[in-house]
């Protein structure tokens, strides 16, 4: 419809179009709806799997590292046992009256036995001796100095470390070398030329 005023000037109408909405397939409709609703399902059944796996492994380690706080404090018990025997000078073992050998054999044998369910529950004495020095298992206490061995080897233990699974109780207080030569990787070589 023209309005009187619009064509007096010499406009074109305006013509209202009414919007064509394209017709959706039915089968198109449902097929994207089917792939979206299977792209969901795989989502959440991979969900479900990486939160089982998760709480196995948080099973696994639960039944690994329950007693290590026990586990320290009987560390604790094992050391008391090891200084009580060394204190006891070498003639009392051997010279002593009954009583006496019977204690020192009694005290032994309660550190053989913890020693032994300590190790029965995973609890492992970390190896130092000798060993490069590794400040997650090593607890330098002091250095020595030694130009026969390498630097950075332990040359002393002043106290066992221990560890339960890969995790340390406790590091081992050790002595360390210095002035040796440094540790070098055996297979890497250095260039001097340059």
Known sequence: MMSDENAANGETPEVEIPEVTPEVDPV?????EN???KDRVLRTIAEM???RKR???DVADTRSYA???FARDMLAATDALSRALLVLPAEARESGDATTKGLIEGIEMAEREMQRLLAKHGVKPIEAEGQKFDPHKHQAMFEVPDPSRPEGTVV???QAGFAIGDRVLRPAMVGVAKGGPSHAPADETVDKSV
Do not use: F, H, S, Y
């Not at 198109?28 to 994207?32: G, I, V, Y």
């Open 156 to 158: 002393q233990v002043v």
């Open 28 to 32: 198109e409709a449902l097929r994207a």
């Open 49 to 51: 799997e990486n939160l």
């Open 35 to 37: 792939a979206e609703l």
């Open 67 to 69: 007693i290590a706080g």
């Open 55 to 57: 709480t196995e492994r």
